[in-house]
């Protein structure tokens, strides 16, 4: 204290003291809540609308923002004592505006949040397919109310602990006394009431597609219950499920472009499979007499609305079962899977381009065409002998036909070929409920036994729904001799460039020396039966990752041609 200063008394400087401590209180306080203002501003959902670009990078600066701080924004685990669906069976009695006692915790991710004041906020909850509300009440929270729920945002998951209760409206909801970001989540999602509807971007992110489309959720658990409807009935039957493999030296079993692998320890190109049929019938060489897989095969051919490179295929083999029988327990089953799936014989469909659905009706049995005649009736023309047809005459007269009808068949026009593109133009066409198309000649069918009352036909038939073929089965071929003689002619074929034709198996030709029993075999493509049973169109609506052409070649293509 200078001279000349009044000499303070006790009390005065206590007072003083008093004052200096408040006044270093309130500034201490005055800086936390700044700094909270702070966390909670770089907490808070960046203003709407963001441009996605924008907000994935706002969403990415705040997250590293919360590891810098020593915060785990990805916690390990979340205890879930009740999924979404219970949640909602055991307390959907609720009464309007009641409480339940119990504490539950839940998890899903948030769709969309609504705001009432600083103190209420509503989110809706989705997952497994249901959807619950979420009533965020500050008087019931145990943790900083706004310091979570301002770090919320549409898309992320979030684990809820609180009581179930319903809204003065009626709205189940949990009434949350914690609430967890278990998954941020980074990218802006489309809006609830524009939705997600690009076809192209759909088939890309798949993900996203489920995470906003909910008839597509449900349109991949109708696919895995025609697989599990199709699994048991094979097994009501006494069939034994095998594996086979994926791999092979030669690509046989089925009459389509192989892909091409290499096994570099071997150092030999294998193909793989287009059909698993030669393995499953060894199969019933060996005495296992009913045998069937489910699984994919691979076929380097065109991609459109009804074929992808790989697709899910079901074939068996029935020991002491020919084509009649085959025909009934397709029926059996096919009619069976669509009463079992969508409650009745008549499905409705809508074909591509269609104004109006049409009514397919499953109810058995079914229409049955034989081939030669229907196109004889069709075109007004005997056919030569089917015994005949594999004669350059036939194939003349086929091609000649052909082009008379104005029937397109690209090189090499083999009699084959022109037969299948007659039966796809005059035929096919025809089949909107399920018919069989039946008796094909031979040189389409190496693999087929032949009529037995019918020369140069087979016991074969086709299945086809809204005119696509589903399924296709025959008496299988067991005569060693004529196999191979069959083999030969298929050899013929690809040595004038048909890259579908079959090359000789010698190994499954041994295998029927041996002696296979009088055998029925069927294969049905699971694909193109769940695009009939959930009224899509479109192969890549069933298929949950479909072939893409790469997106670099898209924008390519998409160039204007500057020649």
């Known amino acids: 204290m200078s001279e000349g200063e009044p000499k303070l008394s006790k009390n005065e400087l206590k007072r003083r003291a008093k004052m200096e401590a408040k006044a270093k209180e309130k500034a201490a306080k005055e800086a936390a809540k700044e700094a909270a203002g702070e966390l909670n501003k770089k907490a808070k959902k960046p203003e709407e609308p963001l441009e996605p670009g924008k907000y994935h990078e706002h969403r990415c600066n705040t997250i590293l923002g919360y590891k810098a701080a020593g915060e785990a924004p990805y916690p390990h685990k979340f205890h879930v004592s009740i999924s ?29 949040i609504r705001e009432s004041g600083a103190k209420l906020r509503f989110y809706d909850l989705r997952g497994e397919g249901v959807k619950i509300q979420v009533m965020a009440n500050a008087s019931m929270a145990e943790q900083d109310f706004e310091a979570i729920h301002s770090r919320v945002h549409r898309g992320d998951v979030i684990g809820c602990r609180g009581v179930p209760g319903k809204t003065k409206k009626g709205e189940l909801s949990i009434i949350p006394k914690e609430v967890e970001i278990l998954t941020p989540c980074l990218h802006m999602l489309p809006t609830l009431h524009y939705g997600f509807k690009d076809k192209e971007t759909r088939f890309r992110q798949r993900y996203l597609d489920l995470i906003m489309n909910e008839d597509v959720r449900q349109r991949f658990y109708t696919r895995a219950k025609v697989i599990n409807y199709v699994r048991k009935f094979l097994d009501s039957m006494g069939f034994l499920e095998v594996e086979t493999p994926m791999m092979n030296m030669i690509a046989g079993g089925a009459t389509a472009k192989p892909f091409v692998t290499h096994h570099n320890d071997l150092n030999m190109d294998l193909f793989m499979r287009v059909a ?149 133009e005059m035929i096919e066409v025809q089949c909107m409920n399920p018919t069989f198309i039946i008796e094909h000649p031979q040189i389409m069918c190496p693999l087929a036994k032949y009529h037995r009352s019918e020369k140069g036909l087979t016991e074969r038939l086709e299945l086809f729904v809204a005119t696509k073929e589903i399924c296709n089965a025959y008496t299988e071929l067991n005569d060693p001799f004529v196999q191979r003689e069959q083999f030969e002619k298929q050899a013929v074929d690809k040595a004038a460039g048909d890259d579908e034709a079959q090359c000789i198996d010698e190994n499954y030709c041994v295998s029927l020396e041996y002696g296979l029993p009088p055998t029925g075999g069927f294969g049905m493509g699971i694909d193109r039966l769940v695009m009939f049973l959930t009224n899509t169109y479109n192969i890549k609506e069933v298929l949950l990752f479909p072939a893409m052409k790469p997106e670099e070649a898209k924008a390519e293509d998409a160039k204007p041609d500057e020649s």
């Open 84 to 112: 979404l669906s219970e949640f909602i069976e055991k307390y959907s009695a609720l009464g309007d505006g009641e409480h339940s006692e119990d504490v539950v915790s839940v998890a899903g991710r948030v769709h969309s």
């Open 276 to 424: 698993p049929e030669l393995y499953l019938k060894m199969l019933v060489v060996g005495g296992l007499d009913r045998v069937y897989e489910i699984g994919k095969n691979f076929r380097n051919e065109g991609i459109d609305m009804t074929h992808n490179p790989e697709f899910t295929c079901m074939e068996f083999y029935m020991a002491y079962a020919d084509y009649n029988d085959l025909m009934d327990i397709t029926e059996e089953l096919v009619s069976g899977l669509a009463k079992s799936i969508t409650g009745s014989y008549k499905v409705e469909f809508t074909p591509m381009g269609a104004e109006e659905s049409v009514i397919i009706d499953f109810t058995p049995p079914f229409r049955r065409i034989k081939m030669i005649p229907e196109l004889e009736r069709i075109t007004g023309v005997k056919f030569p002998p089917a015994d005949t047809f594999h004669t350059e005459e036939a194939r003349q007269f086929l091609d000649e036909l052909c082009a008379k009808h104005e029937v397109e068949c690209s090189a090499p026009r083999t009699a084959s070929r022109l037969i299948d593109k007659m039966v796809g």
